[in-house]
């Protein structure tokens, strides 16, 4: 069982940056494919970025690209989520994902394992 718990959400304003963690219990994390899902209210969970196991493949959603930053440290049992140029479209809780397919870097949420809690982002106009 994977324990998965993010960090790093809060307010922040129009064009401001976060930087969002999530810290893996598991020791074979590096295993992993890891991905960041995000829910606003009244709308499904949407996927935001995905990363392999080792960090050489990446790839994130058209609505963040070029703004957000998924990256791993497996040594540190952790993902990341760097999020700049934020807009208020941005809201949501945030989750991250693991996926025992560590070779890919899933798109859809049932193809992950283990989820976080959340943590709350709020980007204010």
């Known amino acids: 069982q994977v324990q998965l718990v993010e960090s790093g959400g809060g307010l922040v304003q129009a064009g401001g940056s976060l930087r969002l963690s999530c810290a893996a219990s598991?020791?074979?994390?590096?295993?992993?494919?890891m991905g960041w899902f995000r829910q606003a209210p009244g709308k499904e969970r949407e996927f935001v970025a995905a990363?392999?196991?080792?960090?050489?493949?990446?790839y994130g959603a058209g609505s963040v690209r070029g703004r957000f930053t998924i990256s791993r440290d497996n040594a540190k049992n952790t993902v990341y989520l760097q999020m700049n140029s934020l807009k208020p479209e941005d809201t949501a809780v945030y989750y991250c994902?693991?996926?025992?397919?560590?070779?890919?870097?899933?798109?859809?949420?049932?193809?992950?394992?283990?989820w976080g809690q959340g943590t709350q982002v709020t980007v204010s106009s």
């Open positions: 994902a693991a996926s025992r397919a560590g070779w890919r870097i899933p798109e859809s949420h049932s193809e992950y394992d283990y």
């Open positions: 598991e020791r074979t994390f590096s295993s992993y494919a």
């Open positions: 990363i392999n196991w080792n960090g050489g493949s990446t």
